[in-house]
């Protein structure tokens, strides 16, 4: 059964190379490629590795921050799966931009299609290798505090 055996642990950015291919429609199609945007991978590796408690990176808009934390979303729920919340700045937000970007990295990786349960996910929570995904934003503090967490990302909050 496919949920239950995780691929080999590989580094978010690497894990992407591999996994991660964008429609002919994209603005870069082909498999994704994190070296264009470099000063995203160490940031990435370091919330990979989890040596520290809490990794953060403040910069610049439209910089690659959500590519590189669908890179370590698609990396850990492959690999690695425990419950994760993605915390966006607002519910418009998470509606019209973000859980559709979802979508699209399940619909890129054909390891998180098999893994994928589209009967128990709706639009802010997804079910990915038994364990959820749960969109919230910050406005939401019952989003937040009504599961335990492994993993919490947060963006442009």
């Known amino acids: 059964m496919t949920l239950l055996e995780p691929s080999p642990r590989n580094y978010p950015d690497d894990w992407a190379r591999e996994n991660r291919k964008y429609p002919t429609s994209a603005a870069f199609p082909g498999w994704r490629k994190p070296e264009k945007t470099p000063y995203m ?8 590795a989890r040596t520290h408690k809490r990794v953060v990176m403040c910069m610049f808009a439209q910089g690659g921050k959500s590519e590189a934390i669908l890179d370590l979303i698609g990396e850990r729920f492959d690999t690695s799966p425990v419950p994760t919340l993605y915390v966006g ?3 418009d937000f998470l509606r019209d931009q973000f859980e559709p970007r ?8 054909t390891a998180l299609q098999r893994k994928f349960n589209e009967k ?8 990915i ?5 749960r969109l919230a934003h910050g406005g939401s503090s019952a989003a937040m505090k009504s599961d335990s967490m492994g993993l919490v990302l947060t963006d442009e909050v």
């Open 41 to 48: 991978i160490p940031f990435i590796r370091a919330a990979y």
């Open 89 to 91: 700045p607002t519910k």
């Open 129 to 133: 290798s038994g364990v959820p995904l």
């Open 120 to 127: 128990a996910s709706n639009k802010v929570r997804k079910l």
């Open 102 to 109: 979802i979508t699209d990295l399940i619909e890129q990786s």
